[in-house]
């Protein structure tokens, strides 16, 4: 039987650790990176949606919990599309640690949409 409060609280401590990365870090050192402020502000204000949505997805939801997380992978996706799309967008400032950050990020977060697909598809197929 598949955990989804562990699933849930994986996606929120990703969420967070994002949050925290481009508030704190990317943006504070942002001639490092080579990503506008702004931009970096957007995107860990949609980090930190994410992080309340799933921490409280693992706190209260109790049942019917595929349908949450089906949300959750369409707001994962919907956030790795428009980090694709800023990362274009500002691709001529963006210095190599700005690309490595991002393509590590892209691939995080890639992987952990794929684990939450699969673990949506295990459990349909349990019942």
Not at 110 to 125: A, D, P
């Amino acid at each position: 039987m598949l955990n989804p409060k562990r699933i849930f609280l994986i996606d929120a401590f990703g969420a967070l650790l994002t949050t925290i990365l481009l508030f704190s870090v990317l943006a504070q050192l942002e001639q490092y990176f080579g990503m506008p402020k702004d931009v970096l502000y957007l995107l860990a204000g949609i980090a930190f949606g994410l992080f309340i949505y799933s921490l409280s997805c693992n706190r209260f939801v109790k049942s019917n919990w595929k349908h949450f997380l089906r949300i959750l992978i369409i707001f994962n996706s919907i956030y790795l599309l428009l980090s694709i799309g800023l990362i274009i967008k500002h691709s001529e400032s963006l210095t190599v640690l700005g690309w490595i950050y991002f393509i590590l990020e892209f691939i995080v977060i890639g992987v952990l949409i794929t684990y939450e697909l699969n673990s949506l598809k295990k459990e349909n197929s349990i019942h």
